[in-house]
């Protein structure tokens, strides 16, 4: 939820000039290991507890997956579809490339569609997600990053995530970051009463009615209620975890781990092993060196999964105003 600030409005950042690109070069505070200090508006004890629940839930809940009453291929196929329909339409290509640096452009049902998808994943609203990065663009591996892993890998991945940062829930950071979006209806409804959370359930609750009507047609009654349990496990729980730490990795192992075809003022790398499990997301140091652009792949074998789909719609006419890298224009 959001809450008003009395401080005054920052200046919007627009998303056409990304703020990574000009950030102008700022002191960081460092620790005496030469790592980053955690963000000045963050504190260690002030932990989410709601969030620290609900993630722990829903890893717990994946954990049944090694319980072999509850295995199922079908389970499997759309655990492993899920992770293409919901992660990289969702988050990959709708909440990063589309609403966070406006790569390309689509008729607004098929962004409300990537949107919802995007819900699905357990990453929060599409304000809110885009805030953020947003934010990290422009100080990105520096102290007001909020989620570097020069404060410490763990703080990269997922501690930054539970800790509550004082600008995260103030009207005067989603006026600067994200005053775009909350001109649309659409995103200003899902910032109030947790709605981008009913999503999620919502999706849940569908997967799981799916997975016992599946049941049901192959072995009737008696299979309903297995297949039910293994289309939420595998299907919703599995899968968003997957989505989740393949999401947190580009934060994390894509800021430590792997090369750089740019020397840009962080620490980005292109990791081939992130960018597999993040449908192109680990091509990051291109990422930072050309933030707007639609393809995260510069190099000929830098495949990039979620850049074909954008292709394929460019093609088809469903995706216009395309932000092409450099090395492709």
């Not at 988050?91 to 966070?100: A, D, E, F």
């Not at 729980?237 to 580009?250: D, I, K, M, Q, S």
């Not at 930072?288 to 074998?301: D, L, N, Q, S």
Request: net charge neutral.
């Amino acid at each position: 939820m959001i809450e008003s600030s009395t401080e005054a409005s920052p200046v919007t950042v627009a998303p056409e000039s990304d703020v990574a690109a000009d950030a102008a070069a700022e002191e960081t505070t460092q620790t005496p290991g030469g790592r980053l200090a955690t963000p000045e508006k963050t504190r260690p004890t002030r932990v989410m507890w709601e969030y620290v629940a609900v993630l722990s839930l829903v890893h717990l809940i994946a954990a049944l997956a090694f319980v072999p009453q509850l295995f199922t291929w079908s389970g499997l196929v759309i655990a492993i579809g899920g992770h293409f329909f919901f992660g990289m339409l969702g988050i990959t290509i709708g909440y990063h490339r589309l609403l966070t640096h406006r790569g390309f452009s689509c008729p607004k049902w098929l962004e409300h569609t990537f949107a919802i998808l995007g819900m699905c994943n357990l990453q929060d609203s599409p304000a809110r997600w885009v805030a953020i990065h947003r934010m990290h663009h422009q100080h990105s591996d520096k102290e007001e990053d909020p989620h570097s892993p020069l404060v410490s890998f763990l703080w990269g991945h997922v501690g930054w995530v539970v800790i509550r940062h004082r600008d995260f829930d103030r009207t005067s950071h989603y006026e600067r970051y994200v005053r775009d979006l909350l001109r649309d209806p659409f995103y200003l409804r899902l910032e109030r009463r947790g709605g981008w959370f009913m999503v999620y359930i919502a999706h849940a609750i569908a997967m799981t009615l799916i997975g016992a009507l599946v049941g049901y047609l192959v072995g009737g009654g008696s299979e309903a209620m297995r297949y039910a349990a293994s289309y939420f496990v595998w299907g919703v729980a599995v899968r968003t975890v997957f989505v989740l730490h393949g999401t947190w990795a580009v934060n994390s192992i894509a800021h430590v781990f792997g090369y750089r075809n740019y020397e840009t003022r962080d620490a980005s790398r292109n990791n081939w092993l992130v960018a597999l499990f993040s449908h192109g997301e680990g091509w990051h140091n291109n990422h930072h060196a050309e933030p707007r652009a639609a393809a995260h792949g510069h190099r000929w074998w830098e495949f990039d999964m979620s850049w074909r789909i954008i292709r394929m719609m460019e093609i088809v006419g469903l995706a216009k105003d395309v932000v092409r890298p450099k090395s492709m224009r």
